[in-house]
């Protein structure tokens, strides 16, 4: 420490001492700018489904789902995230359930959102309201729900869990509590959100507005055939044809942190670079493609996961004859509502 002359470097040490004694800090006692960055910064990259599927259907013979533990689930572990989310806001699972397997009930302070991926016959029980899912399907279970999953059918199912549980762990509101019965029932309030809510543009008037009321399923077929028409009409230069998954009452984002959208990249497109302090998730649904970020080139075909982190460059391109599907995530809606959200062309 040499801040000025006129004290000798013994006075400077006593001081720091001082200032350590008193609890307290000072950062021109460090190298480094005034306010320091995290320890840790989110890196982007791929994760190959090739690599991620045998060990999605390998903890079959390791883990049972409510003995073993509370899920049979597999983490997106990102290197520059100590907790070893996808990134800083993000976590993204995949979830395996045998035929006639149970994820027993709870609730907990994280929104989670469930992308159906592979098999026939699960559901996700939303507070009473039973949501089958198919591949393809979104599926929300908003902070503070009662949930649980299960799989009627005959084969294994898979589908990937969308948290905003690392925002949650960071303000230190994580909380969590088991159902007193493994499965909630689910009688006469099966599809009720999907009966609330079940065309474009119109609403319920009544107490179910009021109450802000939810659509807790976004189907498969729905958002495909939404997106091959957005593209007969609408593009754009960085993202081509996109969609975002929104609260038909509010147009909200389907979480308060995250947000969900479907990006079609068509045939021969190659979209302009630009960043944004977002994180991004990207889970390939069709096609393949390439994306390059800060000059790295990721080569991806369906089931794999991109992750861009924040403030990286990137673009996309599809060389192919066959559109490229991709359902993104992003933490845009925490930042935009905080007016930290920054986008910039390059
Ligand atoms: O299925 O309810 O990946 O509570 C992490 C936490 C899934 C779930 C996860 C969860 C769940
Ligand atoms: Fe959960």
Request: charged share 20%; aromatic share 8%; with cysteine.
């Amino acid at each position: 420490m040499a801040l000025s002359t006129k004290i000798s470097e013994k006075d400077a040490q006593q001081f720091a001492e001082e200032i350590r004694a008193a609890g307290l800090d000072a950062p021109w006692l460090h190298p480094g700018p005034l306010i320091q960055p995290k320890k840790f910064q989110v890196q982007s990259g791929l994760w190959k489904w090739d690599k991620i599927e045998p060990v999605v259907r390998g903890m079959a013979d390791f883990i049972a789902p409510g003995k073993d533990a509370e899920r049979r689930i597999v983490r997106i572990a990102n290197p520059g995230v100590p907790e070893l989310t996808a990134t800083h806001t993000i976590s993204i699972a995949f979830q395996y359930l045998l035929p006639g397997e149970v994820a027993p009930a709870h609730r907990h302070s994280p929104n989670a959102m469930r992308f159906m991926i592979d098999g026939q016959g699960a559901y996700t029980t939303v507070n009473g309201d039973k949501c089958m899912m198919h591949p393809g399907d979104l599926i929300l279970t908003p902070a503070g729900d009662w949930h649980d999953h299960g799989n009627e059918g005959t084969g294994p199912v898979m589908w990937m869990d969308i948290l905003d549980s690392p925002v949650v762990r960071f303000l230190e509101a994580l909380t969590m509590e088991s159902y007193p019965h493994e499965k909630q029932l689910a009688g006469s309030q099966n599809r009720r959100s999907e009966r609330l809510f079940s065309a474009p543009g119109l609403v319920p008037a009544g107490r179910a507005a009021e109450t802000h009321e939810r659509l807790l399923a976004y189907r498969w077929q729905h958002a495909r055939e939404a997106l091959q028409r957005l593209a007969e009409v609408e593009n754009d230069p960085f993202d081509d044809v996109m969609l975002q998954y929104v609260q038909p009452t509010t147009g909200a984002s389907v979480l308060p942190c995250l947000a969900a959208y479907l990006q079609m990249l068509r045939p021969g497109v190659e979209t302009r670079a630009h960043r944004h302090n977002s994180s991004t998730v990207y889970f390939v649904r069709e096609g393949s493609g390439t994306t390059e970020v800060n000059g790295t080139t990721y080569h991806w075909s369906p089931g794999d996961v991109i992750v861009v982190a924040p403030s990286a460059v990137h673009k996309h391109h599809n060389a192919n004859r066959e559109p490229a599907i991709l359902f993104v995530m992003q933490d845009t809606p925490m930042l935009k509502a905080l007016g930290f959200y920054r986008e910039e062309a390059v």
